[in-house]
């Protein structure tokens, strides 16, 4: 029986795996671009501390490999008495770590933003989370949009990682396989696959994001 074969045979470990890859990337792509833009509004607040503060922890997650992070919530924690499965700490890492990201690109959005719009919102009576919430985020986010969809394509592809803490995503999956059967160039081949065309599917949302912003201005 071929490699190939043989994937096909246990397609349902694969797409479980791919399964468990999209639930990680879809929560952890919505919760850390909300997040993120919490976070934007301390980075660009008025307060000193709230803005040092933010950018303490910005900075100090883009100065983190991943794979460590990850490593640190797992297994780290539990020293410290706080207690997670697998499959929540890898959830709670691609959350927190990308929330960083999330939030330094959408304060370079909001930092480009032409002053005369947020001048005009304040003009019609629009203040403080009122004009934030009605007219800085939306245009922030349309701005921002080719860069949230390169990072949820890194969400998807640091999702991988958490193949390290055993989590049953698609890298799991494919690696279950090899080990198995011994196919390594079927198995990731199917799980390249599958990754690739949920990155194309991301690019596509992105695209249509794009035109809509296009038609906006």
């Given at each position: 029986?071929?490699?190939?074969?043989?994937?096909?045979?246990?397609?349902?470990?694969l797409?479980?795996?791919?399964?468990?890859?999209?639930?990680?990337?879809?929560?952890?792509?919505?919760?850390?671009?909300?997040?993120?833009?919490?976070?934007?509004?301390?980075?660009?607040?008025?307060?000193?501390?709230?803005?040092?503060?933010?950018?303490?922890?910005?900075?100090?997650?883009?100065?983190?490999?991943?794979?460590?992070?990850?490593?640190?919530?797992?297994?780290?924690?539990?020293?410290?008495?706080?207690?997670?499965?697998?499959?929540?700490?890898?959830l709670?890492?691609?959350?927190l770590?990308?929330?960083?990201?999330?939030?330094?690109?959408?304060?370079?959005?909001?930092?480009?933003?032409?002053?005369?719009?947020?001048?005009?919102?304040?003009?019609?009576?629009?203040?403080?989370?009122?004009?934030?919430?009605?007219?800085?985020?939306?245009?922030?986010?349309?701005?921002?949009?080719?860069?949230?969809?390169?990072?949820?394509?890194?969400?998807?592809?640091?999702?991988?990682?958490?193949?390290i803490?055993?989590?049953?995503?698609?890298?799991?999956?494919?690696?279950?396989?090899?080990?198995?059967?011994?196919?390594?160039?079927?198995?990731?081949?199917?799980?390249i696959?599958?990754?690739?065309?949920?990155?194309?599917?991301?690019?596509?949302?992105?695209?249509?994001?794009?035109?809509?912003?296009?038609?906006?201005?």
């Open positions: 029986m071929s490699g190939i074969d043989i994937v096909w045979e246990h397609r349902d470990v797409l479980a795996g791919f399964g468990n890859t999209l639930l990680l990337f879809s929560v952890a792509a919505l919760a850390s671009l909300g997040l993120g833009a919490v976070l934007t509004m301390a980075l660009m607040a008025r307060s000193r501390l709230a803005r040092r503060l933010a950018t303490l922890y910005v900075d100090s997650m883009r100065c983190m490999p991943f794979l460590l992070f990850a490593y640190l919530l797992y297994f780290g924690l539990p020293s410290l008495g706080i207690r997670m499965n697998n499959w929540t700490s890898g709670v890492a691609l959350i770590y990308n929330t960083a990201y999330m939030a330094e690109l959408l304060r370079a959005a909001w930092s480009s933003l032409p002053k005369d719009n947020i001048e005009a919102g304040q003009a019609f009576g629009f203040h403080g989370w009122r004009l934030v919430r009605h007219i800085i985020l939306p245009q922030v986010f349309f701005a921002a949009a080719p860069m949230i969809g390169n990072q949820t394509i890194q969400i998807v592809k640091d999702s991988a990682f958490l193949t803490i055993a989590v049953s995503e698609l890298t799991h999956a494919a690696m279950a396989i090899q080990t198995t059967y011994f196919v390594p160039f079927a198995s990731f081949v199917a799980a696959l599958f990754y690739w065309a949920t990155c194309m599917v991301i690019e596509l949302g992105v695209a249509l994001v794009g035109r809509r912003a296009l038609v906006r201005r």
